[in-house]
């Protein structure tokens, strides 16, 4: 079965917090492609990051950081030094290679205080 | 840069009525994909197209259905909408291969009342 879960369903934190969301994925394909996406108020699901399960390497993106390990099948985010306009849900999600379509999480609502 | 557009942000509609969904993307994509998502429901995959006029359901195809006349515009029609459609609904595209990066729209809210 595949399954994506975001086990944090809210997370508030106050401005210049560090903050990790974690993401769990199961899958039974050898070759996956994870992602993770930002949905601001707005409402738009803007496209983050796009990892594969043969590149274990940790990525850095300004305040953004991804740590993948396949040891425990976790693709966490880190935001460091939070702001406001992080504010949004992100979702985790897995695309399995031998089913080629998007398997989401439920989603984590990140609050930031000022 | 990519960019898919949703031809309305809101919408209102009647029970009953029929209801298009436009969306466009000027990304020479091959791959066309239509959600929901919904409180507690997260997102759900009601149609995607491969090809021109070529489609495949999704999860939750009853009460859908598509078409793709063009490449770059993929249609979704609520024959005769219910409140039970009320829903934001997510459109993306993807370059060929399936295991390709999906880029969203701003997405429809749209109110069957």
């Known amino acids: 079965a595949q399954k994506v879960t975001q086990a944090q369903t809210e997370i508030s934190v106050v401005e210049k917090e560090d903050v990790t969301l974690d993401c769990v994925y199961e899958?039974?394909?050898?070759?996956?492609?994870l992602f993770w996406y930002k949905q601001p108020p707005s409402g738009e699901l803007v496209f983050l990051i796009r990892?594969?399960?043969?590149?274990?390497q940790n990525e850095i993106s300004g305040r953004y950081s991804w740590n993948f390990q396949k040891s425990t099948s976790s693709f966490n985010f880190t935001i460091t030094a939070s702001q406001v306009v992080d504010s949004a849900v992100y979702f985790c999600?897995?695309?399995?290679?031998?089913?080629?379509?998007?398997?989401f999480g439920r989603g984590t609502q990140l609050t930031v205080w000022p | 840069d990519v960019k898919v557009t949703q031809s309305s942000r809101y919408l209102v509609k009647r029970t009953g009525e029929k209801v298009f969904l436009e969306c466009v993307q000027d990304?020479?994509?091959?791959?066309m994909f239509w959600y929901r998502q919904d409180p507690g429901l997260g997102l759900r995959l009601i149609y995607f197209?491969?090809?021109?006029?070529?489609?495949e359901k999704g999860d939750i195809p009853e009460g859908y259905s598509v078409s793709r006349e063009k490449k770059e515009r993929f249609s979704l029609i609520l024959e005769s909408a219910s409140t039970n459609q009320t829903s934001m609904y997510l459109c993306?595209?993807?370059?060929?291969?399936?295991?390709?990066?999906?880029?969203f729209g701003p997405g429809t809210r749209l109110l069957v009342l």
């Open positions: 993306a595209s993807s370059a060929i291969g399936l295991k390709e990066t999906q880029y």
């Open positions: 899958t039974r394909d050898t070759t996956y492609y």
């Open positions: 990892r594969n399960s043969f590149d274990e």
């Open positions: 999600a897995l695309i399995p290679y031998t089913l080629g379509r998007l398997y």
């Open positions: 990304m020479d994509h091959e791959n």
């Open positions: 197209s491969y090809d021109v006029k070529m489609k």
